[in-house]
DNA sequence: ATATCGATTATCT
DNA sequence: GATAATCGATATG
């Protein structure tokens, strides 16, 4: 069996996260993501990323948070059932891929901000707009693979993540195409940070990354 | 190395 | 009419 294929039927077979991990404090769900899979199937092939980066949105207490006027035609989904995709659109260019959190009626969510690629690694750099020089192996070139997914903007672009296809989808089921699995790799370390681009509640340590990873957005790797 | 800026649109005041 | 949970390009030390 070609690699490519036997690593796609490991990463298919990875067990979706529950309805139960979501059903937390976003403060307990963002760490405990991190080393988790986020995983798309697209025309037939698989892409795969495993998250590095996320932050906590806590919801109407939270200034920060989309939620924290109440609920508006937008922010719908992050009053909704746990574990179901809140995408929105953002500085007229991007998209930016939540989970909602929490029991119904409650409205906390992690953004999800930066994915090691994993598979479908051509495919990525193919949606993302980035050229291969000649025939190199993909794998060859860190700097094409760090900025294939290293930011909330680019990893919903890599995956094909706009919000009219999958806000409100669900993602504790390989059957929506859109899935958290857990493939029992061993947790990253994580170090806490304040959140990125937010104005109000600029201090709150909200942002969790895995410690040394070099697919965390920005300059630096914390 | 860091700093600043333009793109481009949904959402809310 | 202002702003935004960003990105990529360009400018400057």
């Known amino acids: 069996m070609p690699v490519g294929r036997q690593l796609d039927s490991q990463l298919a077979s990875a067990s979706a996260l529950p309805h139960?991990?979501?059903?937390?404090?976003?403060?307990?769900?963002?760490?405990?993501?991190?080393?988790?899979?986020?995983?798309?199937?697209?025309?037939g092939s698989l892409l795969a990323g495993r998250i590095v980066e996320a932050e906590a949105y806590l919801g109407t207490g939270d200034d920060a948070a989309h939620a924290a006027a109440g609920l508006t035609p937008r922010n719908r989904v992050l009053f909704g059932p746990p574990g179901h995709a809140y995408v929105y659109f953002i500085y007229g260019n991007h998209y930016?891929?939540?989970?909602?959190?929490?029991?119904?009626?409650?409205?906390?969510?992690?953004?999800i901000r930066a994915l090691e690629p994993v598979a479908g690694l051509r495919q990525m750099a193919r949606a993302r707009g980035l050229r291969l020089a000649g025939c190199t192996l993909l794998e060859a070139h860190p700097l094409l693979l760090r900025n294939l997914a290293s930011g909330p903007g680019r990893l919903c672009q890599a995956l094909g993540i706009t919000r009219e296809r999958d806000n409100g989808r669900d993602l504790?089921?390989?059957?929506?195409?859109?899935?958290?699995?857990?493939?029992?790799?061993?947790p990253p370390r994580v170090v806490v940070t304040p959140?990125?681009?937010?104005?109000?509640s600029a201090g709150e340590m909200l942002r969790y990354v895995a410690a040394g990873n070099p697919f965390v957005s920005g300059r630096r790797a914390a």
């Not at 976003?26 to 899979?37: D, E, S, T």
């Not at 891929?97 to 009626?105: M, Q, R, T």
């Not at 959140?195 to 109000?200: A, E, F, T």
Request: proline share 5%.
């Open 20 to 43: 139960s991990f979501f059903l937390r404090d976003p403060r307990q769900v963002a760490p405990g993501l991190l080393g988790k899979l986020l995983l798309r199937r697209s025309r």
């Open 96 to 111: 930016c891929l939540n989970v909602s959190c929490l029991p119904e009626g409650e409205a906390g969510c992690v953004l």
């Open 172 to 186: 504790t089921t390989s059957r929506s195409g859109l899935w958290l699995a857990d493939d029992n790799a061993v």
């Open 195 to 200: 959140r990125i681009g937010i104005r109000s």
